[in-house]
């Protein structure tokens, strides 16, 4: 597998739009995630590869703006990557509907190979952030101890976590409609209980 540069990612030197054309030739499974069903129930937006260019077109609209442009950079890729494992962990599952489980391991482990020869801090960032993408929704199953929770709130990376989550979710419940997301209030709501909750650990935590 070739390796990328983070400026291999973007279109030129300053920007935050994604050269998808580099991303297609050197991540094959980037294109095959267009191949990626997805549950209905979840992600009617369609296959996992709209889903994922949803979310990059969010974060860039929506990038936190006191960030450098370098650690904006290391979230858009975060984003860009956070699925990518779906290209492989994709199938039919007992109920016969579409799951990806386990994706967020193997989008960790692809996101590894492809940025061995960067920094070791910009690429480990960015695998903390794509491995632990999932962990804010096991915070509403009670799948969390107390002590997770504040192990999380503890990491200096936690606003960037959420911020890809929120990336994530709002692109899964989201229809892109004359340039407008909109967004299916309820569960919109539900994501933002979440939000101020982590946030409350993460001010408690670092005070």
Aim: net charge negative; charged share 25%.
């Amino acid at each position: 597998m070739k390796k990328m540069k983070i400026e291999d990612f973007f279109v030129d030197k300053e920007s935050l739009d994604i050269n998808y054309e580099k991303v297609n030739e050197i991540i094959p499974e980037f294109g095959k995630l267009a191949e990626s069903k997805q549950n209905p129930k979840w992600h009617s937006e369609g296959n996992a590869q709209t889903h994922t260019v949803l979310c990059v077109k969010y974060a860039k609209e929506n990038m936190i703006k006191e960030y450098d442009i370098l650690h904006q950079r290391l979230l858009m890729i975060a984003v860009l990557l956070h699925d990518i494992g779906k290209a492989n962990t994709t199938a039919i599952g007992k109920d016969n509907n579409w799951h990806s489980y386990g994706h967020e391991f193997e989008s960790e482990r692809i996101a590894r190979n492809i940025l061995w020869d960067n920094g070791v801090r910009e690429r480990e960032y960015i695998c903390w952030l794509i491995r632990n993408h999932m962990e804010i929704l096991k915070i509403v199953d009670s799948k969390h101890s107390f002590e997770k929770i504040l192990q999380m709130a503890s990491n200096g990376c936690l606003k960037d976590l959420i911020f890809v989550k929120e990336c994530d979710i709002t692109a899964i419940v989201t229809v892109y409609v004359h340039g407008t997301f909109v967004v299916e209030s309820i569960t919109y709501a539900i994501y933002h209980i979440i939000q101020k909750f982590l946030n409350i650990f993460t001010v408690f935590v670092t005070a």
